[in-house]
C-alpha cells in the first residue's frame, strides 16, 4: 500500500485496572443504585420499578474510560527507522481521510479499541 504509514510499534499505554469492588449494590432513599470498579455509582431505580430488574441481574464491566486510548500515536513512513521490514506479515485496519492514508495494527488496537489522532487537521478517533 503505497502512502500507508504504520503506528510506532512499542506503543505502551496501559494502565493498571481500577481498582476497587467489581459490584456494590445498596439502596438510598429508596433509590436503587450499583457502583462499577471506577467507584461511579449508577442509578437503577427506573429498571428496578419499571421493569423489574434487580440489582444482581445487572452486569456492568470495568466503568467508563478503563480501557485508555492511544492519544497521537507516532506513525513512520516507508523507509523511516522503526517502520516494519517488507515481507513482514501482520494484520492491520487502515484509514484515509484528507489525502492521507494511516494503518494500525490489529494486536495493538485489540488492546486500546481507540487512537485519537489527526488527519491533516481533522481530528479523528479511530475505533476497533
Known amino acids: 500500500m503505497v502512502g500507508a504509514v504504520l503506528p510506532f510499534?512499542?506503543?505502551?499505554?496501559?494502565?493498571?485496572?481500577?481498582?476497587g469492588p467489581a459490584r456494590v449494590f445498596h439502596e438510598e432513599d429508596g433509590r436503587a443504585l450499583i457502583t462499577d470498579?471506577?467507584?461511579k455509582t449508577w442509578d437503577i431505580t427506573h429498571a428496578r420499578?419499571?421493569?423489574?430488574?434487580?440489582?444482581?441481574?445487572?452486569?456492568?464491566?470495568s466503568g467508563p474510560f478503563a480501557i485508555r486510548p492511544i492519544n497521537d500515536p507516532l506513525m513512520w513512513s516507508p523507509g523511516e527507522s522503526g517502520y516494519p521490514p517488507s515481507g513482514e506479515v501482520f494484520r492491520v485496519m487502515a484509514a484515509r481521510l484528507n489525502g492521507v492514508a494511516k494503518a494500525y495494527p490489529?494486536?495493538?488496537?485489540?488492546?486500546h479499541e481507540i487512537a485519537n489522532v489527526k488527519f491533516g487537521e481533522t481530528h479523528v478517533?479511530?475505533?476497533y
Open 49 to 61: 420499578d419499571r421493569y423489574d430488574l434487580q440489582p444482581p441481574d445487572f452486569q456492568f464491566g
Open 37 to 39: 470498579k471506577t467507584g
Open 9 to 19: 510499534w512499542g506503543c505502551a499505554d496501559y494502565v493498571e485496572p481500577p481498582q
Open 106 to 111: 490489529l494486536d495493538v488496537m485489540s488492546r
Open 125 to 127: 478517533a479511530v475505533g
